[in-house]
């Protein structure tokens, strides 16, 4: 699998391999050789000679491969309401972050609204019953108060303040509701077909709103034969491995990548 774009595949491999050129323009005649040098009037042609070396080059193997998007998203609303806003196009690239659709925040709000003023009451409660407390273990300590009135006022103090952690939830899980209105693409990609329109009721985690299929990067599937696995493998084991993809029916230029893995499952189809 790589990162990359079309569909014709090549490896590309380093090996080493010996080199030798020797360029021959023409040779004398055998009958020249044979009475010890060229006839008179004859050209004789140098022969050069390149001295042997080494030197890297690639291996390549060309298959045919089926481009697919690196990550596939079903966005569906973690909240059920009526849809108010679509904000995009079929078609459209969007980024991640992009808002998307809108439910109909507005009994969001009001729950809202509702937990932040039980909060605020909970919390004057528990400041008031925390002073008691303290009042009570002082009068306690000059024998104005008892015990039995002191441990009261200290459980009825932890008791708001327990009462107070409560409704910090609940305003901190409305304010989630709440955000949930606003659904956001969570991947850079480009949208599909619009499965839903503008004021249908959408429930929570049933219905599929819209796919987005991430197109940069992709990655290519493809098969090689059995034979030549092992020399991938071999050459895996020396580092990344470059695999070159184009379309061939379009002029777009090759896209590079990298070999990232060689799956498990043997494909019998072939």
């Known amino acids: 699998m790589m990162q990359s774009i079309p569909h014709q595949t090549k490896f590309l491999a380093g090996t080493c391999l010996a080199l030798a050129a020797i360029t021959l323009a023409s040779c004398s005649s055998p009958s020249a050789k044979a009475n010890g040098g060229p006839r008179k009037g004859s050209s004789s042609v140098p022969v050069h000679v390149v001295k042997a070396g080494t030197r890297s080059v690639p291996?390549?193997?060309?298959?045919f491969g089926t481009v697919q998007p690196a990550a596939t998203v079903n966005i569906k609303a973690q909240i059920?309401?009526?849809?108010?806003k679509i904000h995009f196009s079929k078609g459209d690239l969007v980024k991640k972050g992009d808002l998307l659709f809108t439910i109909d925040p507005r009994p969001f709000k009001t729950a809202l609204e509702q937990a932040e003023?039980?909060?605020?009451?909970?919390?004057?409660?528990?400041?008031?019953?925390?002073?008691?407390?303290k009042r009570s273990a002082d009068l306690e300590a000059k024998s104005v108060a008892t015990i039995t009135e002191t441990d009261k006022s200290r459980s009825d103090a932890a008791?708001?303040?327990?009462?107070?952690?409560t409704d910090e939830a609940a305003v901190a899980n409305a304010r989630l509701q709440l955000d949930y209105t606003e659904i956001r693409s969570p991947i850079d990609g480009r949208t599909g077909n619009r499965l839903v329109d503008e004021g249908n009721y959408v429930k929570s985690g049933e219905t599929t709103l819209v796919?987005?299929?991430?197109?940069q990067p992709v990655e290519v599937f493809f098969c090689l034969p059995q034979a030549d696995l092992p020399q991938v493998r071999s050459y895996m084991a020396k580092g990344p491995l470059?695999?070159?993809?184009?379309?061939?029916q379009t002029d777009v230029p090759e896209q590079v990548g990298r070999l990232t893995f060689v799956d498990n499952v043997i494909d019998t189809g072939l």
């Open 159 to 165: 008791s708001l303040s327990g009462t107070v952690r």
């Open 59 to 63: 291996v390549e193997i060309t298959t």
């Open 117 to 133: 003023g039980t909060l605020e009451r909970d919390r004057a409660l528990a400041g008031f019953a925390q002073r008691d407390a």
């Open 211 to 215: 796919t987005i299929a991430q197109v």
């Open 80 to 84: 059920s309401g009526p849809l108010m």
């Open 242 to 248: 470059e695999v070159r993809a184009k379309d061939p």
